[in-house]
Every structure is written in structure tokens, then in C-alpha cells.
Nanobody
């Protein structure tokens, strides 16, 4: 079972920036797709950004141009740089690891709170 540990959340003012990190255990990180999801109170968990093992990226429309996902395979870590934050970005952010199907099921981190408020 892969362990994912998120960090970097916190309280930030509108227009500010945060960088989230997610460190993965084990050896399958480099062949896995990594994603960030978020869940606001009373809402479903939605995909925010995805990066494939080949470093192709995809973003939710609501964060395009503001958020950037990246990965460092040498450190088994995926990042989410969040700029121009808005109050509607407030949520718990979760890291997800999706390995190739032959390697088992998805893994999730414990989540990190991001609050955007003045």
C-alpha cells in the first residue's frame, strides 16, 4: 500500500499563493498518474489537476491559468502551485496516486486544508 503525505495547506488572503506537496512511499510513483482533488463542505470531491507519468497535465476549468501541477520523480513528490487564490478555492485538498491497472488500486492522502479568506 502506497502512503501519501500532503503538506503546505493553510490560511491565505484572496489573491495570495500556496504550494501543496505530496510525498509518496514506494517505487511505483514514477509510473503512476498523480492528481489533486478538493472537497468543500457539503460538496463532492472534484479533480483539480492531473499529471501523467509522462508529465502531461490536465486542469479543471476553474483553476486553469492559476494552478500548476508538477512532479519530481527523484523525490517521489507531486506539487500543486496555487496562485491568485479565491475564496471559492477553500477546501480540503487530497493527493491521489493512480498506478497502471496491473499494479493495484488508487491511493489517497489524508488531505490538507486550504482556506482563502480576508
Amino acid at each position: 500500500q502506497v502512503q501519501l503525505v500532503e503538506s503546505g495547506g493553510g490560511l491565505v488572503q484572496p489573491g495570495g499563493s500556496l504550494r501543496l506537496s505530496c510525498a509518496a512511499s514506494g517505487s511505483i510513483f514514477r509510473i503512476a498518474a498523480m492528481s489533486w482533488y478538493r472537497q468543500a463542505p457539503g460538496k463532492q470531491r472534484d479533480m483539480v489537476a492531473t499529471i501523467t507519468s509522462g508529465s502531461s497535465t490536465d486542469y479543471a476549468d476553474s483553476v486553469k491559468g492559476r494552478f500548476t501541477i508538477s512532479r519530481d520523480n527523484a523525490k517521489n513528490t507531486v506539487y500543486l502551485q496555487m496562485n491568485s487564490l479565491k475564496p471559492e478555492d477553500t477546501a480540503v485538498y487530497y493527493c491521489n496516486l493512480r498506478p497502471p491497472s496491473a499494479y493495484g488500486r488508487d491511493s489517497w492522502g489524508q488531505g490538507t486544508q486550504v482556506t482563502v479568506s480576508s
